[in-house]
């Protein structure tokens, strides 16, 4: 059974940083994807950044590019976002989900979130201003 297990959520001023991490178990970690997306409130559920373990690449939303990093370490089955220069706008709970390179990555962008099948249960995030 896939379980993904976010943590690293906080409530932090505008300009910090945090790093979110995604515990996982019950797959072959390195033949799968691990995507960070993000929901706030009254709004729908949007990628934030995902990496396919199978050939380390990495993707990123735009809103995001040069602010955030995702990485991940094999050895602790265990995905990291680190978000730096936060703004009131990344305030939302943020979820980590897990599936194989070859279905979400069919389309323009792989991080569309109906196209991933498992699911943590999320992280909340808030920036003040």
């Known amino acids: 059974e896939v379980q993904l297990v976010e943590s690293g959520g906080a409530q932090v001023q505008a300009g910090g940083s945090l790093r979110l991490s995604c515990a996982t178990s019950g797959f072959a970690f390195a033949d799968y994807a691990i995507g960070w997306f993000r929901q706030a409130p009254g709004k729908e559920r949007e990628g934030v950044s995902c990496l396919f373990n199978t050939d380390r690449s990495t993707y990123y939303a735009d809103s995001v590019k040069g602010r955030f990093t995702i990485s991940s370490d094999r050895a602790k089955r265990t995905v990291y976002l680190q978000m730096n220069s936060l703004e009131p706008d990344d305030t939302a709970v943020y979820y980590c989900?897990?599936?194989?390179?070859?279905?979400?990555?069919?389309?323009?962008?792989?991080?569309?979130?109906?196209?991933?099948?498992?699911w943590g249960q999320g992280t909340q995030v808030t920036v003040s201003s």
């Open positions: 989900a897990a599936d194989f390179p070859w279905v979400v990555g069919v389309a323009d962008t792989p991080l569309l979130p109906f196209r991933w099948g498992s």
